[in-house]
């Protein structure tokens, strides 16, 4: 079946260094694929996407690109801040089917130090 | 626009007792979603549904049952609590065309003792 394996967190980083988040997925046809954050105590809240092979998603500082031939996401962000502090999951939604449901990675717990 | 609101946000159960978790959405969405979050396995869909009055099964429906008899609220409910329905559960929704995104709720953290 369709499943997304992410990198095992927790990742503790200093403010301005480079973050890295692993994202790879399987799935049959072609997934859109989707970054979402989750702040402590909120909702998961959509952070980039990409819909097909070779775009690139970013928001607020945050890119990943769409990687057919290694099956990946990866999340990248070039110097983070303390407020980046959060839960990132990876996710993807196959194209065809009913229900438009999106299959979730196990989350990556970041934590910004100042 | 609130958005995705769910009521309640905290609630704690005894085995055995029944509840129901509200979803509200003010965004005229036809795909409505029930999500619980455990640690370590993300988010797992447990029931959606494709628009008023449908309802569907996920990849863990079992224990639980949902309502969809109005296009903005989707209900799950809980007949017989048991301590492995501990969990934070969240609702989406979204568009029913393709390439929509889906918008979730603040979630609800049940505790069943």
């Known amino acids: 079946g369709d499943s997304v394996t992410q990198m095992e967190g927790p990742v503790t980083l200093s403010e301005e260094a480079f973050l890295t988040i692993n994202c790879t997925y399987t799935?049959?046809?072609?997934?859109?694929l989707f970054w979402y954050v989750q702040y402590p105590g909120e909702g998961l809240q959509l952070l980039l996407k990409?819909?097909?092979?070779?775009d690139k998603g970013s928001n607020k500082g945050f890119e990943a690109t769409y990687r057919k031939e290694t099956t990946s996401f990866h999340l990248e962000k070039g110097s983070v801040q303390v407020s980046d502090s959060a839960v990132y999951f990876c996710?993807?939604?196959?194209?065809?089917?009913?229900?438009?449901?999106?299959?979730f990675g196990s989350g990556t717990q970041l934590t910004v130090l100042p | 626009n609130a958005g995705v609101t769910q009521t309640p946000k905290f609630r704690v159960l005894k085995t055995g007792q029944s509840m129901t978790l509200l979803c509200a959405q003010d965004?005229?969405?036809?795909?409505m979603y029930w999500y619980r979050q455990d640690p370590g396995m993300g988010l797992r869909l447990i029931h959606y549904?494709?628009?008023?009055?449908?309802?569907a099964k996920g990849e863990v429906p079992d224990g639980y049952n949902v309502s969809r008899l109005k296009k903005q609220n989707f209900l799950l409910g809980l007949e017989s609590a048991a301590p492995s329905q501990t969990s934070v559960y969240f609702c989406?929704?979204?568009?029913?065309?393709?390439?929509?995104?889906?918008?979730f709720g603040p979630g609800t953290r049940l505790t069943v003792l």
């Open positions: 996710a993807l939604r196959l194209s065809s089917g009913s229900a438009r449901q999106l299959t």
């Open positions: 965004m005229n969405h036809e795909y």
């Open positions: 990409a819909t097909k092979a070779d």
């Open positions: 799935a049959t046809g072609y997934p859109s």
């Open positions: 549904s494709v628009g008023e009055g449908t309802t």
């Open positions: 989406a929704s979204s568009y029913s065309t393709t390439g929509h995104t889906q918008y």
